[in-house]
């Protein structure tokens, strides 16, 4: 199973990018999707989560992020919006993940940086 994450880059405070990551593989299915972040010098922390019947965010994102997933794609999105310089982090998505109908797995994608400057 791979995970492939897309959509970072620059861009200036108060605007918007979308996030996007896709798994592909042998999957049997997916429970829990999820969007974590990483700043130089700083722990990983998670962003927003996306279960079957709930959805979780860091209350620093509240209000301004969106995390969706897309079933048939096997994949998870973070929209983020009013974007803020301490926002700047790598990003990564992560999945639990079912290979062959047995118990579920964490998966990791690359990490895509967000910069938010002017």
């Known amino acids: 199973v791979q995970l492939q994450a897309s959509g970072g880059g620059l861009v200036q405070p108060g605007g918007s990018l979308r996030l996007s990551c896709a798994a592909s593989?042998?999957?049997?299915?997916?429970?829990?999707m999820g969007w974590y972040r990483q700043a130089p010098g700083k722990q990983r922390e998670l962003v927003a989560l996306?279960?079957?019947?709930?959805?979780n965010y860091a209350d620093s994102v509240k209000g301004r992020f969106t995390i969706s997933r897309d079933r048939a794609k096997n994949a998870v999105y973070l929209q983020m919006n009013s974007l803020k310089p301490e926002d700047t982090s790598v990003y990564y998505c992560?999945?639990?993940?079912?290979?062959?109908?047995?118990?579920?797995?964490?998966?990791w994608g690359q990490g895509t940086l967000v910069t938010v400057s002017s």
């Open positions: 992560n999945m639990a993940v079912s290979v062959n109908a047995g118990r579920y797995s964490d998966y």
């Open positions: 593989g042998s999957i049997f299915s997916i429970n829990i």
């Open positions: 996306t279960r079957t019947v709930s959805t």
